[in-house]
């Protein structure tokens, strides 16, 4: 399929809904830092780490079925990686730019930044421009530390074309022979962990590995929900293997459990969302929210620097005292409002000029010229 052919996906509007809710669930853990008894709090959001590796699942399984049959050529390949790129850009540019302004400010002595000489080292710049920070070159993260999961996206798209090729030649006995070889290394390569901040599937400053686990799991998702009868799908039960995952990570099954369960969540709604897709009702409610994700996810870390470090910290003193969550409801709604008007001011426009670019280059055709 050429990459000026328009194809109509599945909206799988719960999918969205679940996207959200990881992203509300970072950064409520984010912000759960600055509250009191910080420790006790944090602790309790990281047992449902596993979440956020289902946004990467969802991402695997959307990329691939829109892709994976059109990465084979090098113009279709450029195709995606530009209209990727259109997505998640410019919105990182422009959160990592903010960064970059408090970590010169820090540097020059106007102002107080925390994490001076780790969190904005200026020599780190040039690896969150190319999105190579979570790919191992650095021990730490810097600048907008949530960042460090685009870089790992960013990883899992280049590599698509090995999936694909891995899909078209041995099907899905392909795909789950790339996700063992990967979690052996993965295994092997936190074989030393003594806890789990260790591990693998807490890798951050090297997460694109992980991300690609996750990719290449949702690749596999895709093609399991794709050979399913439409009389498997199932809603309810979706939602059940999505609470049955939850109640894992709380019980101490252990990731693969919670991924395992995730996997089964995944399918169930795919498959119900394929054949009849949600046309109303609360996911078509939430829609409008929904798409604003990504900008929560990116734009949670400035609001958490306005808020916390400047207004709480520097403007009332940052006093001990559990008023501090009525007044995490500040940081929460600005960013959910920021996403928007992000979306609409910034990346949507950036987008659409990125494409228009890459139209003039040749890369893509006049009908494809559409935000990502």
Known sequence: ???????????????AVWRLMAAMLVMSYHFSFAAPHADALTRWFEHMNPLLDMFFVLSGFLVYERYGHRVSTGPDYAFFLLRRMSRLYPLHIVTLGFFVAVGLAGHAGLIEAGGLHDRYDMGQLWTNLLLLQAWGVHDQLTFNYVSWSLSGEWFAYLFLPALAFAGLRMGLAGLILVLAVTLAGLEWASRDAVDYSQTWYDAKSWGAWRIFADFTFGAILYRIARRM???????????????????????????YAALALIGGAVVFMAVAERETPSAGGPMAVLAPVAALSYGVYMWHPVMETIFFSGVWKLVIGAPQTNWIYAFAILPMVATVLVAALSLRLIENPAGRAIMALGQRRGIVRPATVSPA
Do not use: D, H, N, V
């Open 1 to 15: 399929m050429g990459a000026g052919t328009a194809t109509r996906y599945p909206e799988y509007r719960t999918f």
């Open 229 to 255: 009868p439409a009389s498997m799908g199932s809603r309810p039960a979706g939602w059940l293997l999505l609470g049955l995952s939850l109640a894992s990570m709380f019980a101490g099954w252990g990731t």
